[in-house]
């Protein structure tokens, strides 16, 4: 497999991280540089990992790992949705709290995030090991490439939040149980 397809796949498999990136940016009203790296980092590392624990997992279990990823993502993404947008009702009815008692870069929620957005990088790997390719440079590529497009996201949704205001808390909840929605339907689509 070339560098460019290998570039490609990494563009398709942080798609998803992009979008959340681009969400956290929305949904905070206070984002400086440490939060923008902790996104990239985190969403980097884990596209970069799940690739790795994939190909070592190898055609053993990869029927089990297809089966369920679209679940965890689902779960994940969907419950940190909706926790967002009751965050955001209260923040609607009690404006006062707005920004200061919310921090969404947490390292629960980026953990959370991570896992959630890598889970088809986790399948990638899997297939990763039955073709004639370098795990490790595929890995450093992908990691690379989410986090650029990651910092980014963040900052183009720093962007976006403060034109809407108190409502992008409401708008990032929906588009992660959107994009959550995305990911089990696409999987529904292939069976």
Not at 162 to 172: N, P
Request: charged fraction near 10%; hydrophobic fraction near 55%; aromatic fraction near 12%.
């Amino acid at each position: 497999m070339d560098y460019l397809t290998i570039v490609i796949i990494a563009l398709g498999l942080s798609a998803d991280a992009f979008a959340v990136s681009v969400t956290n940016g929305m949904c905070s009203c206070h984002i400086n540089k440490k939060n923008a790296f902790a996104t990239a980092f985190t969403f980097g590392f884990f596209q970069a990992i799940m690739p790795v624990f994939g190909f070592f997992l190898g055609r053993t279990f990869s029927d089990f790992i297809s089966q369920f990823q679209h679940w965890v993502a689902l779960f994940l993404l969907g419950f940190i949705g909706i926790n967002m947008i009751v965050e955001a009702i209260k923040e609607y009815r009690h404006p006062e709290g707005c920004c200061n008692d919310h921090n969404i870069f947490t390292a629960k929620n980026l953990v959370l995030q991570g896992i959630a957005t890598s889970i088809d990088a986790l399948a990638a790997g899997v297939s990763f090991a039955v073709m004639d390719i370098n795990i490790l440079s595929a890995a450093v590529f992908i990691g690379a490439i989410t986090f650029f497009c990651c910092s980014l996201g963040v900052m183009i949704g720093r962007r976006f939040g403060s034109l809407l205001g108190s409502r992008a808390r409401l708008v990032g909840g929906v588009l992660l149980i959107v994009i959550g929605l995305k990911i089990f339907m696409e999987h529904q689509i292939q069976l």
